[in-house]
């Protein structure tokens, strides 16, 4: 089993910036894919951002060139780092791991941007 803990969001104006941290712990080893989901109120889940064991990324149209993912395989820790935030971007922001084909997930943290 593998626990995600994320941390970093809260209230943020248009135009700011966020950095969400997620912590895996647990059986980590071989985990490959890690990344991000976000829900906004009354939509579906969606893919923000993930990345690979070898640092391949992949993003959402809607955050390219504003949010940047990495991860630090020996923390076993991703980062999103969100800048020029948009009302738009307000969502609960889940961690997710993939590990010997099983998705895990955190409980989330959530993310608004409001003036």
């Known amino acids: 089993q593998v626990q995600l803990v994320e941390s970093g969001g809260g209230l943020v104006q248009p135009g700011g910036s966020l950095r969400l941290s997620c912590a895996a712990s647990?059986?980590?080893?071989?985990?490959?894919?890690l990344g991000w989901y976000r829900q906004a109120p009354g939509k579906e889940r969606e893919l923000v951002s993930s990345?690979?064991?070898?640092?391949?990324?992949e993003y959402a149209d809607s955050v390219k060139g504003r949010f940047t993912i990495s991860r630090d395989n020996a923390k076993n820790t991703v980062y999103l780092q969100m800048n020029s935030l948009k009302p738009e971007d307000t969502a609960v922001y889940y961690c997710?791991?993939?590990?010997?084909?099983?998705?895990?997930w955190g409980k989330g943290t959530l993310v608004t941007v409001s003036s």
């Open positions: 647990g059986s980590t080893s071989s985990i490959s894919r």
């Open positions: 990345i690979s064991t070898s640092g391949t990324t």
């Open positions: 997710y791991c993939m590990r010997f084909g099983a998705q895990y």
